[in-house]
Each structure stands twice: as C-alpha cells, then as structure tokens.
C-alpha cells in the first residue's frame, strides 16, 4: 500500500506541475484532497493492516496529505500573485547609499609607483624633510659653492639644516643602515626655493630608488626602468635613456618615455619631441660610496629620482602643477573611484 | 648656450650633418636642445643695403644721410659708429620703419651708437640676409653645470668632431709683435684667488662698429654689436669659452694693474652703470689708485672702451670659481663672463683666446706690443687615468669596439695609450669633470651611444616585500575616509606665521624658514589645520560643496631645541547646505568623534579615552576635546572640535567646521598583529536584556558604563557586552535629567544560561547602579504626569 501512496503522490506534483489556471487547480484538488479523492479511501483500507504495519502507513499517508494541501496552497498563491496587475519597481531610481569621495592624484601616483616597485623586489624607506647640509648636498658629491646647486636654491632652518632639495640623501641615510646587496625607493616631499608657476612649486614629491650589488650596470638600470614605465604609462611606450649629469651619479641619464598621444613623432602635446622626460638615473658614483664607507671596488649601485607631480601631469594630463596644492573640490573629484 | 650650424662649420670645415641631425647629435650626447631656430627669427625683414652718402659731424654726433634706391633717411649717430662716407650699411625694418639694426625687436633709437658697416661687394638695396645670412640655424643647447667648456663654440664642435670622427680647425691666433714701449706692470696680491693673470697691450685701435661677420655672429650667439674692440673680446669668448676683458689703457692709473682683494666699503661703478659695495674678500681688478673691474664678473665704466679709446690692455685670466661664483652671487650678478668661470675655463687655453683677440684685433688696424705680461701659471698638472676596458664594457652593458672606444676619446681631446686590455687615458686641460675610471666609461658611452645599452634586470635574491604596519595602516585609513565621502588633499606644509598665531603655538617651539620666498609660505606648519582649513576656505571662495576632506602629511616643531617632524593626520569635516538627493547624515562634535572611533578600531587597539579639553583658541570653548591614547600614556593622541562661527565668518566659510588631528605614528606603534592562538566560536546561546536608568544631565555616560563594567566583573557575570542605544531627555523626564538605554549581552562559554541567572545578576546590576544614589532606575522613576 505504501507503494501506492507513493505514487498517488508522483501523479499529483505531475499534474499539479501541469495547472495553469484556476479551473486546472481546482481539478486536481478534487482529485487528490478532497473527499472525493483517493484520500478517505486509503484510510479506510488502513483499518485492515495490522498493527505494526499501520503505525508506518499511517504517519506516511498523514504526511502526503499535508504535502499535497500545502503544495496546492503554494500554487494557489502563485496564481493569484500572476493574476494581480503589479507596477514594476523602478531600478533606475539611485540606491540608498553614501557619497564617496577621492584619494588625491600626488597620492595615487605614489601609490601606484610603490606598488610597482614592490613587486619588483625593492623595499620602502622613509628619510626626513628637514636635512642637514652634510647629507643633501656634500655626502652627495654636491660641494658648496657649485654650480650645480643652482638648480636646488634651497631653505635654509639655521643650525646647518634646510628643507631637503631632492630625496637623493636618502640614498645616504639608506646606505648607512643597510647592507648590500639591496633595492630601496623612498618616496617624499621636497623643498626648492622656485616661485609658483605652471610648473614649479616650492613644495613637490620625488620617489628616489636605490639599488646596490656587485656588478651593477647601466643595463640594470635601463631594465628596471623599463619595467617600471611600461607598467605606469602602458606597454606601448618606450624609453629612452639620454646622457646628463648629477653629481652623485656616472654616468648619468636622463629617462625619457615616447609620446603617448603621437608615440614619438611629435605632436603638440609633447611639444613636437615626441618624448617626455621622466626621470634622472644613473650609476652611484664612486665618492658616494666613499663617503658612506663602502668600497666602490666591490659594489656598484644605480640610483634614479622621478617628480612625482611631473608624472602625475602626464599621467592624468593636468596642465599647472598649482590644481594640485589648491585642492578644489572640482578637481578632486575627477578622481574617484581611482586607487 | 646658443650657436648657429653655419658657426659650427667654421671649426668643421668636414662637417655633413643636417641641423636637424645636429640637433639629434647633441641630445644623444647629453646637451637638452631647448630650442632649434631658424637664424631669420633673429633678425630685422627686410634687411638691407644702403649707402651712406653724407655725414655732417657735429661734435660727438654725426648727422647722417643713408640713401636706399629712391629713398633717403637722416639719422643721427655717435660720431665713433659712422664709417666713411659712399660705404655701404645696413638698414634694417622694424615694422616697416628702418631701425637700422639688424636686431629683431629692437626700437629704432633717436640717436643710433653705429651705423653697420657691410661689404663692400653688396650693391645698393640688396637683400642683406639673402647674401650674409642665408638659411642658418641657431640651436640653443642647454650645457650640464660639470661641462663648462661646453659654453664654447669650440667644446660643442668637438662634440661634433667626436660623433663622425672629423677634425676640428682652431680659429686664426697669429698675429705680430711690434716693439712698443708702454711701461704697464702686472701686481698679483691674491695668487690663490688668481693662479694666472695675463695681460696685453694693443695700439692703435680705431673704435668703430665691427664688420658684419661679426655682428652677425654675435647676433646669432645671442649677444648684441657694441663696437668691434668689445665685440673681439666677446666673439672669442664664446669661440673660446675664455672670458676677456679690453680696458681703455689710457684710463688705467698708473700703468699698473693690480689683482686684489677688496677691502669692506670699497665702491665700483660696472659698466651696466650700477655702483656695486664691494664686501671685503671679493677679487677685483685695480689700478694704482682704484678698483677697475670686479674679476671674472664684470668690468668697471671708468676704464670701458669707448670712442676716444686708442690703447687697450687686455686681460686674459683664471680666475678661480669658487671666489668668482660668491661674487657674483652676492652683488646678484649673472654675466657671461662669470658664468663660464664659475664651471672653469681651460687652464691652458687662456693664453691662445688672448691670441685669438689678438690676431682679430690687429686685422683691424691694432699694433700689439710684443711680450706678455704674466703672473702665474696655469693651474694645470697632468692627470691620466688607467682604465681597465672591460670595465667600459660591464658599466655600461654594450660591446663598445675597443678601437672604436679609443677613437672616440681621441676626437674628445683624451690622448689614449694602449697597454693590453688597459687604456691609459691623459686627460685633456678643459676637462677637470673627468677624474676617474667611470668617468671615462662615461665619456665614451655618450659619444657610442646609450641606445645601445643591453638591458638587463639584477638578479639578486627579492626583498619579501612586507608592507611595514605603519604604511599598511595609513593605506586603510585613507581608504576608509576616501569611502566615507571625505577628499584626500594634498597641502604645501609652508605656512603663513598667522595662521599658526591663532593656534596659540609658541615661538620657540615653531620651525621658521630664515630665507622663505614670500611671508605666506614662512614658517613649518606645527599642526595640519592651517593647511586644511585654507582647503575649505578656497573651496567656499569658488563656490564649491564637500563633506570633508584629509591629509596624511608632517608637521614640524622643535623640541628641546632639536628639529621634529611627525605623520599626522587631520580630518575636516564640513557642515554646510549641499545640493543632494539623498538625505545625507548630520555632521556634528559625534560625526567627528565616530571617526576617532573609527580609526581606532582600524588601527586595532580602539581609542583611548575623550575628553573635554580645548588645545587650539579657534575651538568653541565647550566643543573641543583630548583623545588619549588607548594605553593610556601622557600623550593624547588627538585633538578635535568644532570651529569658531567667529573665525570662520572671519574667512568667509559658511557652515560649520569640525576638525581633528591624530598622531599617526602613535596609533601605528601600539597595533598589534592578531595573535596566534585557537579560535574559538561562542557554541551557546546569548541573552539580552535592557535597562534603562535616570540620572543628572551632567552626568557622563563613562560613570555609569564603568559602574557596569566593574560590577559585571566582580560578580563574574558572563556579560558580553553591552552598548548604549538611546540617549533621552525632556518630558516626561523632569527638567536636569537625563536617561541612558542600553542593552546587556550575556552569555557563557560553557552552557545555556537560564533565565533565572540572567535576571539574578541584572538585578544585581541595577542594585549596584541605585545605591551610588546617582542613578535611578526609569522604571522606578515618579515622573511629572504619572
Ligand atoms: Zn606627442
């Protein structure tokens, strides 16, 4: 008999999954719940089993029977959802949510820059903004009275410190805590006695990085760099190294990456170059190592400094290094959702 | 410094560069070409020939009449500028009105210092730059500070020479001596500021305008015709790279020429006119009675070459960089003279510009006296450098030929000798930049190429790369503001000294820049908020809307006289009308303090306890606080409050601001790294219960949660937590009354707990809360209407 009730109950979900209207449903409820279903004649057989066997189909039978009554209540609701008329909701109404705001550009680049280099093997350090001589301008092969400090006219705190020009005495200050082999950037704020205009601010972020190893070569420098470009401006690009000169680096090089807009033919954006410089780079030179007391006989190192407002700039396209420090709310908000 | 490709081709007859491969040549060799100009944006158009048919003088000025074709023009002239009358000269159009200079943009002057003389081959109304011009470019080349040798026409075609391997031809030097007697005499007081002074006397000089060649040189090399005496002097300057200078000898005192130190006080008016306070130390030039010159920077008026002059004495010197540089610096002087003796003229090369000058002086009429007078030597001594060629090939990771490396530093003017795989390299006098083994890898990399370096990537083992706590923590907390709709700002840390005034930070404490560019940017900021409140202040003057914005940036102080500088972060909120759809929630004092919260729990420790406490006089008196750190150190790791409606009316802000300053570097120290221990998850149920009590408006929240807290804790209640839910005041309570809600959590790790326990201890609770007779429970409260 168990077996029968099972199949009373396969024949119902068949016919119940068939119901479409009201009248189909009412169909097959008369069929299997009402009294002139199949139902109150099973009860009655059950009279007839024995004992044991009764218990079973019974708790069997109940359970199909209220099975079948809630399915059939589930259908009911069903078809009456489908026979209301409901207004679809509106999704193009805006979520309930908060405004966001922005990280700044300076912060993404560096961000960005870090992230880079990270995966690159180097490590990150930090150096003070407030300097001594010693470290951002002789250490570094910058002797006083030299015309290469012309281009990093300086403000001077009394007592032999000033606002460091460049983040190169971080190289220093690197060198002297750790052992070789190593790669360091240090990421931070300079100082340089310029006026405001369109492209120069007394206030700017330079990424330094270091790195120092037996037998390092200019080819070291121009791998990693490349690397390092094509990730932050895109595989496109090419880099360019040109001859230059800082003291603290020979040979020097300044880095340049071709055009994004004219890959290197010229436009007007580059200013007809077709290139765009980057970043100064070189091989540590020599004294510099002397000074920190390292034997330039047994390691070798590169070095490079990128502006970080200068690739920001590029980057993002900004026109004046000032929207930067100005924080208008307008600007700002270019940047959502970046970072 | 400029040069012009035609000027170039003067010292390389060889040479069969396009300009624009010129231009590339130099780029690739370490000189940033700033500009590449075609020479006629120099000069006057038209530019023509005319002849000068009448002169009429009248004292130091000549009345001139210059015919071109049909036209006629009078002009008046220093009598010195006019040449003979039937010569040919220049007339140049400036916007259609003869100048008759050759300069572009140069007015037309009522009386002209020269009429330029032309050759004599031109005929009446020619095209003077179709004929003597031509199609030439100019490239201004920017010249690194090590290569000063580079400020010379000379070192920028050896560069040339260097690249496609031609030779270089030294200007014309020989002239003759004639045995005249003049009796000027030489003293050199200040040797180690001077190492070699040279002088020459020249006679009969005509002082005249220079020949058009010349003029035109000069014009292109971006220095302006005075008169061909000056005119020698600076041509071979920038031929040379050697500064000279002509005095008048005639108003040289004495016949004696002293190179000296200046005493304090001493007065020197410059040819430019200034009268210049020399300060005790500076070099300078001197006759018996009086300083001529300040050395190496700029000549004196007195004994300036004029018209009348007919002797000259000229110098030719080194002088040294250090001492000309300070000079300069300090009388705010930047001349061509001192630019180039700044970065170190050619030790050996003073001699033979002084010759150049010579043989160009004498081509135009001048007698040379015979014999040099000389203090000194040139300060020069052989300098070679041994240099291992694999090391040229590892530095620079290209397989630079040997032979070709040789070449190379050959045309730079190196002398090579070969021994096995070593070179011994004699460097050359006009090259002190070159000093070690590297520096000759470098030489000879610009010149091959740094295009061609192989690229390659250091191989040794990676940095595991950890992010150290404090930066990971900062990254999180400015994401977590950025999410919560504030701005991230960047801020200049220069600020104005009023602006830290009215944060009431005293004087000794402050970091002063002793040379600042302007007063708004003097001083270190010793807080964020100057920085942060000009945000929204130049925000508010352009009209724009925000919530807020945030900086992670330093702060400066000195401490015991030591300089300090610290991470901060600063949060300003604003708390002004915006145009938005959506109901945004209140910003007040809790805005702020959730954000303290906030971080706390960023940085892992919560926060410590907060405070009334008013650190900045532009809080509101009863709006400000002192967060404490959470391991209760003497040092509080903020400072909040809200703003002066007073000050910020003051600024034009409208609204209201809240701001708060954290101490980053604190929070990130105390954070601790999860623990390595078994995690265990609650297994049984918990139970809350509410309780709601009456106490004085003045009571603090903190006296009735410790009273829980301590309670709970000695009765060894499975309490959880517990946590505030409502604040209430007003009816039914009576007027100084306040009420607290808050629900209990209870639960035990071990087992269900029973209702029965749960009741016992908040009764046990409540008890503990009545009998401090500060709290009263609300439900056994007698309220006004009941
Ligand atoms: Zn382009």
Redesign the pocket.
């Known amino acids: 008999m168990i077996e029968e009730i099972e199949e009373y109950l396969r024949d119902f979900e068949g016919e119940l999954a068939q119901v479409l209207t009201r009248d189909d449903l009412n169909r097959v409820k008369g069929k299997y719940a009402g009294r002139k279903s199949r139902i109150p004649l099973f009860l009655e057989r059950l009279k007839t089993l024995p004992l044991e066997e009764r218990r079973i189909v019974g708790r069997r039978l109940n359970e199909v029977k209220v099975l079948i009554e809630e399915r059939l209540r589930e259908k009911e609701a069903e078809l009456s959802r489908r026979e209301q008329k409901r207004e679809p909701v509106d999704f193009s109404l805006p979520g309930r949510r908060h405004p966001l705001g922005a990280f700044h550009p300076l912060r993404l680049v560096v961000d960005e820059i870090i992230a880079i280099f990270r995966s690159l093997g180097f490590r990150v350090e930090e150096g003070p903004e407030i300097e001594t001589e010693l470290y951002n301008f002789e250490a570094l092969n910058i002797p006083a009275d030299h015309p290469a400090r012309d281009a990093q006219d300086s403000f001077y705190l009394g007592g032999g410190f000033l606002l460091r020009t460049h983040t190169s005495p971080a190289q220093i200050r690197v060198m002297k805590k750790l052992t070789p082999p190593f790669r360091v950037i240090v990421p931070g704020r300079c100082y340089r006695r310029d006026a405001f205009d369109a492209t120069h601010s007394p206030v700017f972020h330079q990424v330094e990085g270091l790195v120092v190893a037996p037998g390092i070569s200019m080819g070291d420098l121009k791998g990693t760099i490349e690397v390092f470009a094509r990730r932050l401006f895109g595989e496109r690009r090419k880099v360019r190294f040109r001859p230059s000169y800082f003291p603290f680096t020979e040979p020097s090089a300044e880095v340049d990456i071709s055009?994004g807009?004219?890959q290197g033919a010229?436009?007007r954006?580059?200013g007809g170059r077709?290139w765009l410089e980057i970043m100064g780079a070189g091989l540590v030179h020599p004294q510099v190592f002397r000074n920190v007391g390292y034997d330039p006989e047994k390691v070798q190192g590169f070095a490079f400094g990128m502006g970080v407002e200068r690739i920001a700039m590029l980057k993002f396209g900004i026109p004046d290094i000032r929207w930067f420090f100005e924080n208008d709310v307008a600007f700002l908000s270019a940047f959502k959702g970046l970072g | 410094m400029r040069v012009s490709y035609r000027i170039l081709k003067r010292f390389l007859p060889e040479l069969s560069l396009r300009p624009e491969e010129v231009a590339e040549v130099f780029m690739n060799q370490g000189f940033v070409m700033e500009e590449v100009l075609s020479a006629r944006d120099l000069f006057c158009s038209p530019l023509l020939a005319g002849t000068l048919v009448e002169a009429h003088r009248e004292g130091l000025l000549t009345r001139c009449t210059v015919k071109l074709g049909e036209r006629t023009f009078r002009v008046l002239v220093h009598t010195s500028g006019v040449p003979e009358t039937g010569s040919r000269v220049l007339v140049g159009f400036e916007d259609h009105t003869p100048s008759f200079l050759p300069v572009r943009g140069e007015r037309a002057r009522e009386i002209l210092d020269f009429l330029l003389p032309l050759p004599p081959f031109l005929e009446e109304g020619d095209d003077v730059y179709e004929a003597l011009i031509g199609d030439d470019v100019v490239f201004e080349v920017e010249v690194t500070a090590n290569r000063g040798d580079c400020l010379s026409v000379l070192g920028l075609a050896r560069e040339l020479a260097a690249h496609c391997d031609i030779p270089l031809v030294f200007p014309e030097a020989r002239y003759t001596e004639k045995p005249i007697h003049h009796g000027f005499r030489l003293e050199n007081e200040a040797p180690h500021l001077c190492p070699l002074y040279t002088g020459r006397y020249v006679t009969a000089i005509t002082v005249r305008p220079s020949p058009f060649w010349i003029a035109k040189e000069l014009i292109l090399m971006g220095m302006r015709p005075i008169n061909n005496v000056v005119d020698i002097t600076n041509l071979v300057m920038l031929e040379m790279g050697q500064p000279l200078h002509a005095f008048d000898a005639a108003r040289i005192r004495g016949n004696l020429v002293r190179v000296r130190e200046a005493e304090e006080g001493e007065c020197l008016v410059t040819l430019d006119g200034e009268e210049r306070m020399l300060r005790k130390g500076m070099l300078l030039i001197a006759d018996a009675d009086r300083p001529i010159a300040l050395a190496g920077v700029m000549g004196g008026r007195d004994t300036e070459v004029g018209p009348e002059t007919k002797e000259i004495f000229l110098e030719a010197a080194f002088f040294d960089r250090v001492s000309v540089r300070r000079t300069a610096r300090a009388l705010g002087m930047r001349t061509e003279a001192s630019a180039r003796f700044e970065r170190g003229v050619d030790p050996l090369g003073v001699m033979r510009a002084a010759s150049r000058a010579l043989a160009l002086l004498e081509e135009m009429g001048g007698e040379v006296a015979s014999g040099w007078l000389v203090s000194g030597q040139p300060p020069f001594a052989v300098w070679e450098i041994s240099v291992p060629w694999e090391l040229v090939v590892q530095r620079l990771s290209c397989e630079v030929p040997q032979k070709e490396g040789i070449r190379i530093l050959e045309r730079l003017g190196f002398q090579v000798a070969q021994e096995g795989e070593t070179l011994r390299v004699r460097v050359p006098s006009w090259r002190p930049d070159v000093r070690e083994p590297i520096d000759v890898v470098e030489e000879v990399g610009r010149v091959y190429g740094y295009g061609k370096i192989r690229s390659s990537f250091p191989s040794f083992p990676f940095d595991p790369g950890n992010v150290p706590r404090g930066e990971s923590l900062e990254n999180r907390i400015r994401a977590h503001l950025a999410h919560r709709g504030l701005y991230e700002v960047v801020t200049l840390s220069l600020v104005e000294e009023e602006s830290v005034n009215v944060l009431g930070f005293g004087g000794e404490e402050r970091v002063v820049v002793l040379n600042p560019l302007s007063q708004e940017h003097a001083v270190l900021r010793p807080f964020l908020f100057p920085s942060l409140f000009e945000v929204v202040r130049t925000n508010a003057r352009r009209g724009r809307r925000s919530r807020g914005f945030f900086e992670v940036g330093k702060v400066f102080f000195r401490k015991e006289g030591n300089f300090r500088e610290e991470k901060r972060l600063g949060i300003i909120l604003w708390n002004v009308p915006q145009p938005a759809l959506w109901k945004e929630d209140p910003v007040d004092l809790f805005t702020l303090k959730g954000f303290l919260e906030e971080i706390g729990e960023l940085a892992g420790t919560g926060c410590g306890a907060v405070c009334p406490g008013r650190v900045f006089p532009v809080f509101e008196e009863d709006g400000a606080f002192v967060a404490s750190s959470p391991e209760g150190g003497a040092e509080p790791i903020g400072w909040g409050g809200k703003v002066l409606p007073a000050f910020l009316r003051r600024h034009d802000v409208e609204g209201e601001v809240y701001y708060l300053e954290i101490r980053l570097e604190g929070l990130a120290a105390w954070g601790q790294d999860l623990p390595a221990k078994d995690f265990v998850l609650p297994a049984f149920p918990a139970v809350s219960r509410d309780i709601s009590v009456v106490v004085d408006a003045s009571t603090p929240w903190a006296f009735v949660a410790s009273l829980v807290a301590e309670e709970a804790k000695r009765s060894c209640m499975a309490l959880e937590e517990f946590a505030l839910f409502d604040v209430f005041s007003g009816d039914p309570l009576p007027p100084g009354k306040k009420g607290f809600a808050f629900r209990l959590v209870f639960r035990a790790p071990d087992r269900t707990l029973e209702d029965e326990e749960v009741g016992r201890w908040v009764q046990k609770l409540k008890e503990s809360l009545k009998q401090t007779g500060r709290v009263v429970l609300r439900e056994e409260m007698i309220l006004s209407h009941e």
């Open positions: 055009c807009i004219c010229g436009c954006s580059c077709g």
